[in-house]
């Protein structure tokens, strides 16, 4: 699987990876993690605000702090 954090690495964007690499360990899921700085490389996805989170490719929640639960569901359905 493969997981990106969109963002500056700001505080946010530090707490969206922090979230979901604990989500992935209590699920057991083997993810490849990848923090995106660089602004060229994140206007490469429909994305307005950051952080966001992209899974797999597809870009899951944007500009807002998602839910441990929800994190959870997209990377059980992944």
């Given amino acids: 699987m493969d997981i990106k954090i969109?963002?500056?690495?700001?505080?946010?964007c530090q707490r969206l990876e922090q979230l979901t690499r604990e989500v992935a360990a209590d699920l057991g899921i083997e993810a490849q993690f990848d923090h995106v700085r660089d602004m060229a490389k994140i206007m490469e996805y429909p994305v307005v605000c950051t952080p966001a989170l992209v899974i797999d490719g597809e870009v899951k929640a944007a500009g807002r702090m998602p839910s441990k639960e929800e994190i959870g569901r997209w990377l059980g359905k992944a």
Avoid: T
């Fill in 6 to 12: 969109l963002g500056s690495g700001c505080a946010k």
